[in-house]
């Protein structure tokens, strides 16, 4: 059985942490930890994001905007290398009256063991209309 490398055994770590439990993650961030994400349907959301804090305001933000519908599937995680990791996913949400789905990229950057840089690439030109069942959980 082969072992799981650090920085994916840390991606896990993170994904148990957010967005319900995120005063668990503050030893994965940097204390330069920095969320890059630009998004012109959401300029509300747009921005910078510093810390675990910041990662927490980030989700406080889409949770308002989205009126607590957004949520996120991971179609696929590829581990680049010693410092980068890609997740694939689709974002669902329900914002400006309308619910819709939209794939995205991260791309997390890992610097001795803490998440040091993140951006948030959302594919904002093809973007769809779906129906969301108001039920789902993260």
Request: overall charge negative; charged content about 20%; proline content about 4%.
């Amino acid at each position: 059985m082969s072992e799981v490398h650090p920085n994916m055994a840390l991606l896990e770590r993170l994904s148990k942490c957010f967005p319900h439990n995120p005063s668990n993650a503050g030893d994965l961030f940097s204390d330069s930890f920095v969320l890059h994400y630009f998004n012109p349907n959401l300029p509300t959301v747009t921005g910078d994001y510093h810390g675990a804090k910041g990662l927490q305001s980030f989700f406080e933000k889409l949770g308002q905007v989205s009126e607590g519908s957004f949520r996120t599937v991971d179609r696929g995680v590829l581990h680049v290398s010693d410092e980068l990791i890609v997740v694939t996913a689709t974002h669902n949400m329900t914002a400006g009256g309308r619910t819709f789905e939209v794939d995205a990229v991260v791309i997390w950057r890992v610097v001795d063991g803490q998440f040091t840089e993140a951006w948030d690439i959302p594919a904002v030109f093809s973007t769809r209309e779906v129906e969301i069942e108001t039920d789902q959980s993260f």
